[in-house]
């Protein structure tokens, strides 16, 4: 089986990756090839056990998508996004990495013959959805996105569901919660604060806490949004109909609840290293963003997510700690 | 005051350009110039009052759409759309067109330069909803669409809201009904048969038939959706907040209150015109139409629809009749 992965470098691409090198049947059939494509050549794992070639390029450019797609293979995960602070201040650049490239890659499927029909995983976010939003977000709720990159992930659902329809491909997108606890350093992202309260603490350092405690979002692990796109490419598609946009199943808690969880893994003094600092710009974000899901539909089909705000702290210590909390 | 009518040789581009003809004054400021767009040059209207131009040619070609936008409209009417038939039979041509001609001319408005933000109208459809749907469709309802003439519709809606949201232009997206009774000759559109049962008889013709008369449907009168158009265009938008796309008003009326409504204007004998003769495949297709929605939002914002589909049969019997039932 030939597994292509587009963003390849990025996190999810990495640790989707290195879990397809520890398990090669992970999809029924094991993985002889694998083509990753990012926009600069990504590092190819030390551990794998099959053949790895690597794609260089941006697939905005049609070329590029065509050659990611040149040994049409079996198995197709797009990851490959600008995110979302880069996709609102770069109008041009958003649009072409995010709707032109994904479009490319569409095309190029299509391009790629008749006889050849091969599952095709998206990745889509839950800023498809833009306030007001109600307390729980149903799956029939419209997409009305307030930000360039939401927009742009709406339209490659769009054309993943009607490439779908056609035939060209077997397609399903899966809109993923907020990450948490995002590892590596903090990034600049509004949602970042969610993951360095509990990441820079467990790592024995200060974190600021901009919003009230009482802020509910909506989250998932690295580990679960693995699971997600695992059990995307090995669902029966013949369950999920025409509409192939699913709402992910995740965590709902409030920053309250954050707190309690960290302070059960970590201890009161882990959590102390959290500074409040209001700002005010985060806060007027933050409250425009999903704060609970209903997602039958995901959860019927098989997907699972983190059972509580302390299992994703735990997955945390266990993958990115070695299981141990120092500072205990 | 500049107005740009995209697609101007269709059905109701020339419906709307006859009516700025004969109010100039319809749009608060007088109209003083009009481009009309079509993929072949438009014809010029004989009453118009203010100076008339035409520009011929595919918006799926980006030099045409900067040509359209060259002297930076007031208003622009995007009406221009390959067919919801033509588009499922020929995927390139729907995509180039409805596709990439409406974000070109997206684009163009964006390269005509940071002072310029035109109120833009864009004509979707209700085929930007796929089954299974509710009885009513409210305004949160989900976009699934089933064909690819309603993804291309719903893409351009997103691209529309986004680009209002950055003040790029002040758009507007209209969801039309199906329009009935459509003027001319009998189509091939699924829809067509709708119209064709009172079109036809009441130009002495026969027309077929072929649902149960238990249909239910969602119409608009011609008339109605060049009123929608209208109002489109001179909205207060402070009041429409960031969802910029709205499901009109309409008439839910099953086949068998069209064919009394028929009766009522036109009498018996023109009713004995209908020949009932089923056929499964459109059948089927109607099975997944929308039936009726509730179209709260654009009725607090001054939408009005026709009252019954008396009214939507009446109204055809004037301007395409001149008020006169001949057979009756």
Redesign the interface.
Same mark, same amino acid.
């Given at each position: 089986m030939h597994v292509l992965v587009t963003g390849a470098a990025g996190m999810i691409g990495r640790k989707l990756i290195q879990r397809i090198a520890d398990e090669p049947q992970l999809f029924g059939h094991p993985v002889t090839r694998l083509t990753e494509h990012d926009i600069v050549r990504p590092e190819t794992p030390e551990t794998a056990n099959f053949a790895v070639e690597t794609v260089g390029g941006d697939l905005a450019e049609p070329a590029i998508a065509s050659k990611t797609l040149a040994d049409r293979p079996d198995l197709i995960f797009h990851l490959a996004a600008v995110v979302s602070g880069e996709a609102e201040a770069d109008?041009e650049k958003g649009y072409a990495a995010n709707l032109d490239g994904t479009r490319n890659l569409l095309e190029a499927v299509r391009a790629a013959g008749d006889r050849y029909q091969p599952r095709f995983v998206f990745s889509s976010s839950i800023a498809v959805f833009?306030a007001p939003l109600p307390d729980r977000i149903p799956d =029939? /709720? /419209?997409?009305? !996105?307030?930000t360039?990159y939401g927009?742009q992930k709406?339209?490659g659902e769009?054309?993943l569901? =009607?490439y779908t &329809? &056609?035939g060209i491909l077997d397609g399903i997108g899966i809109r993923l919660p907020t990450i948490c606890v995002r590892p590596g350093a903090p990034n600049k992202a509004a949602t970042g604060f969610f993951s360095n309260i509990i990441r820079e603490p467990l790592a024995g350092k200060e974190a600021v806490l901009p919003v009230d405690e009482s802020v509910r979002h909506w989250f998932a692990s690295p580990r679960s949004a693995v699971g997600f796109l695992v059990h995307a490419a090995t669902l029966d598609t013949a369950s999920v109909g !025409? &509409?192939r946009n699913l709402n992910m199943p995740g965590v709902s808690a409030t920053v309250a609840e954050q707190i309690e969880a960290l302070r059960a893994v970590a201890g009161d003094r882990v959590v102390e290293l959290i500074r409040r600092e209001r700002d005010p710009q985060i806060e007027r974000l933050v409250g425009g963003w999903a704060r609970d899901f209903a997602p039958e539909r995901a959860l019927e089909l098989g997907f699972r997510a983190d059972r509580s705000f302390e299992e994703i702290v735990r997955v945390h210590v266990e993958d990115e700690h070695g299981g141990e909390v120092g500072s205990r």
């Open positions: 109008f833009g =029939d /709720f /419209f997409c009305t !996105p307030l360039s927009t709406a339209v769009l054309l569901s =009607d &329809r &056609r !025409p &509409r």
